[in-house]
């Protein structure tokens, strides 16, 4: 649980490490951060989607330590958002929905209009890391660090909390409708 927290809350910081990093020390530095990053992930998951992501993480931070460059280490979020989606969608193709398991774990017995909705609220996160990742590579490609952190560390982070209130208050209407409704 505690390299759990850990890997969240480096990950949630990362671009403002990058960012603040940058200034101090050369990219393929900043690179062994990724790296270890990428390894406490794995090591950490039986998911093979995580799996993955670290795969691309760590080639990411090899890209960055041969080539000297910072790019490589402002595709992470890109990243992030790519397996994200991957999970979200891929639990559409194979349900349960990821939101759905979510939701079984605060009410097991979940009715089919609640696994109706949270498939729906699962395709929104699925637009979400789309655009999120889109923007997210637009600021790495071409935007200043300074736009790109403050896009990456804290306006998507702000938009992800916009999205989360904006649920639970579409949830809380949907189900008075649903329950006004039901005989």
């Known amino acids: 649980m505690f390299r759990a927290v850990i890997v969240f809350a480096i990950t949630a910081a990362y671009p403002l490490l990058v960012f603040f990093g ?3 020390f050369e990219p393929r530095w900043l690179a062994l951060m990724l790296a270890a990053l990428a390894v406490v992930r794995a090591l950490g998951s039986r998911d093979r989607f995580w799996w993955w992501a670290a795969g691309a993480g760590l080639l990411l931070a090899a890209v960055s330590a041969l080539a000297n460059e910072a790019l490589p280490l402002k595709l992470y979020p890109v990243l992030v958002n790519t397996v994200l989606l ?3 969608g891929a639990s559409l193709r194979h349900p349960p929905s990821m939101i759905e398991r979510l939701a079984r774990l605060r009410e097991p017995a979940l009715d089919a209009h609640g696994v109706a909705y949270t498939r ?3 395709q929104v ?8 990742g889109a923007i997210a590579l637009g600021t790495a490609l071409w935007a200043s660090d300074k736009t790109w952190a403050l896009y990456n ?9 916009a999205l989360m209130g904006g649920e639970w208050l579409v949830r809380r209407r ?4 649903h329950e006004t409704a039901a005989p």
Do not use: D, P
């Open 22 to 24: 940058l200034g101090h």
């Open 86 to 88: 991957t999970v979200f």
């Open 120 to 122: 729906r609220v699962t």
């Open 125 to 132: 996160w699925c637009a979400f890391f789309i655009a999120n």
């Open 153 to 161: 560390g804290l306006i998507a982070y702000v938009l992800i909390g």
């Open 174 to 177: 949907v189900r008075a409708r």
